[in-house]
């Protein structure tokens, strides 16, 4: 358990550490391999806490297409050192303004999250009902021998499986509709880009 843990705490810095790199650094090559070790760190970590559908998400959409795609691009454009150099100066130059907007920002998340404390025992008290009322549900439906699922048990499901069911048992028409969609934004831009060819003799 304590090697779970030391490993997890390790892929959260290399995480931060990557992000850094990645917004510090002034080569966009760079920039965009420490986004790949960011999902890399992100994507393993949530394997580890057994989130196997969404960490392969990470790998197989934001790895294997979006940061590969922006690595081709950036790799084939033609940008010199020296306009680099020119195009951080010009940002660093903003600075205090960037830093001024995040600290607002932070600032207005804070106290937008922040519960005050005089009605914070009220809070405590509705979460206290809130849990006698579901544990009084969970044993009525234990004395009936009722079950909450049909014919599958969650608790015996991984997570992709989980997901899985519950995607093809109850959104199957949303999943339909939702790959048509998707079809229809890849043919529609194909159609209207091709021109077709006449044969003029």
Same mark, same amino acid.
């Given at each position: 358990?304590?090697?779970?843990?030391?490993?997890?705490?390790?892929?959260?810095?290399? &995480? #931060?550490?990557?992000?850094?790199?990645?917004? %510090?650094?002034?080569?966009?090559?760079?920039?965009?391999?420490?986004?790949? $070790?960011?999902?890399?760190? $992100?994507?393993?970590?949530?394997?580890?806490?057994?989130?196997?559908?969404?960490?392969?998400?990470?790998?197989?959409?934001?790895?294997? &297409? +979006?940061?590969?795609?922006?690595?081709?691009?950036?790799?084939?454009?033609?940008?010199?050192?020296?306009?680099? %150099?020119?195009?951080?100066?010009?940002?660093?130059?903003?600075?205090?303004? $960037?830093?001024?907007?995040?600290?607002?920002?932070?600032?207005?998340?804070?106290?937008? #999250?922040?519960?005050?404390?005089?009605?914070?025992? &009220?809070?405590?008290?509705? !979460?206290?009902?809130?849990?006698?009322? %579901?544990? %009084?549900?969970?044993?009525?439906?234990?004395?009936?021998?009722?079950?909450?699922?049909?014919?599958?048990? +969650?608790?015996?499901? +991984?997570?992709?499986?989980?997901?899985?069911? @519950?995607?093809? @048992?109850?959104?199957?028409? !949303?999943?339909?509709?939702?790959?048509?969609?998707?079809?229809?934004?890849?043919?529609?831009?194909?159609?209207?880009?091709?021109?077709?060819?006449?044969?003029?003799?």
């Amino acid at each position: 358990m304590n090697i779970i843990r030391i490993i997890l705490d390790l892929l959260s810095i290399g &995480a #931060i550490i990557s992000a850094i790199l990645t917004i %510090t650094s002034k080569n966009p090559v760079n920039s965009v391999i420490g986004l790949i $070790s960011v999902f890399v760190h $992100s994507s393993t970590y949530l394997i580890i806490l057994s989130l196997n559908f969404i960490g392969l998400s990470y790998l197989i959409i934001y790895v294997g &297409a +979006i940061s590969i795609l922006f690595l081709f691009v950036v790799m084939m454009m033609n940008i010199k050192y020296i306009e680099l %150099t020119e195009v951080a100066q010009e940002y660093t130059q903003n600075l205090p303004l $960037s830093l001024i907007i995040g600290s607002l920002f932070i600032l207005e998340s804070f106290s937008s #999250i922040l519960i005050p404390f005089n009605n914070f025992i &009220a809070y405590v008290e509705i !979460w206290n009902n809130s849990l006698k009322e %579901t544990n %009084t549900s969970f044993n009525i439906i234990d004395n009936k021998n009722l079950s909450m699922v049909d014919s599958y048990k +969650i608790e015996d499901f +991984i997570h992709i499986e989980s997901l899985g069911h @519950t995607l093809y @048992t109850f959104g199957l028409l !949303w999943f339909i509709l939702g790959s048509c969609i998707l079809l229809l934004a890849m043919v529609g831009p194909i159609a209207l880009c091709h021109t077709p060819k006449y044969n003029l003799k």
